[in-house]
């Protein structure tokens, strides 16, 4: 075994070594970071796209642009369509072992008649050994004479902090209206868990009864079915979080409802 990530009193420490520990935390394929300009492409003239600054992780190795690149995209053809593609092209040299890596544009085949397909890249891995191997960043779609607008064909990685808002849970206090409820609300990421339960209450015909705001506002307005005690068909009974963030029962009998109890949850995407 050796120690990697260690002092040995020499140089020690080799890319492929590097490589593996970068895969093994951000996965083994190919993200653009959330860094810098995130490599954002703009067509400056019909025959240049510029590349922004950014940082790709590609299979454990990492790259970065930090100066804007131009690169020259070959005229079109009247009457044609193709589609060029804008890569990192990795290559390690077998000789000296020596790697690098490039930003190029590899030009796709014309057609007269139908849509045009990408051009075949240079497959494979470079955790396997591959060399060259090309990763597809953006797609120049060519109608004729002019190139349309960059289509983005790469993964962005989240950072930490964004993984660890999408899975945390808070607790929200809302502000409840209806004596004797009691919630619990929940968000977890974007998502959110509304339980509710307590003394019920007479609820009128076809009416809506705000019993808490103060709720994670909801992208669209969500229904959950009630369960309430002592009522022998209570399924036009439910509860609601709206995008202002109310939680509302609703009536949708054509009779007084009476109850004991009333218990629920309500389970919606927060905007």
């Not at 642009?65 to 804008?86: C, F, H, M, Y």
């Not at 209806?178 to 868990?193: A, F, H, M, S, T």
């Not at 509302?248 to 389970?267: K, M, W």
């Amino acid at each position: 075994m050796d120690l990697v990530i260690g002092y040995q009193n020499k140089e020690h420490v080799t890319a492929g070594q590097v490589g593996r520990i970068v895969a093994g935390m951000a996965g083994d394929g190919t993200y653009v970071l959330k860094t810098q300009n995130e490599l954002a492409a703009t067509m400056q003239t019909a025959n240049q796209v510029r590349i922004d600054t950014g940082d790709l992780v590609m299979h454990g190795r990492v790259a970065t642009v930090e100066t804007p690149e131009t690169l020259a995209i070959e005229s079109g053809v009247t009457g044609q369509k193709r589609n060029d593609i804008v890569v990192a092209r990795y290559t390690k040299d077998a000789p000296s072992s020596v790697e690098s890596c490039q930003l190029a544009v590899v030009k796709g085949t014309p057609v007269s008649y139908g849509d045009p397909t990408d051009p075949e890249l240079e497959d494979g891995s470079v955790l396997d050994g591959d060399s060259p191997v090309e990763v597809p960043l953006w797609r120049i779609p060519i109608d004729g004479l002019a190139p349309g607008t960059p289509e983005q064909l790469f993964e962005s990685v989240l950072s930490i902090d964004e993984l660890r808002d999408s899975v945390s849970q808070s607790v929200v206090r809302a502000s409840i209206s209806w004596p004797g409820l009691n919630l619990d609300v929940r968000k977890i990421g974007n998502l959110v868990v509304v339980t509710y339960g307590g003394e019920s209450r007479e609820l009128q015909p076809y009416s809506t009864t705000v019993v808490a705001t103060g709720l994670p506002g909801a992208v669209v307005e969500t229904y959950a079915p009630c369960s309430m005690w002592d009522v022998g068909n209570n399924n036009s009974i439910y509860a609601s979080v709206s995008a202002g963030g109310d939680l509302t029962i609703q009536n949708r009998n054509d009779v007084v409802v009476n109850a004991t109890r009333v218990v629920g949850e309500v389970v919606y995407v927060a905007s």
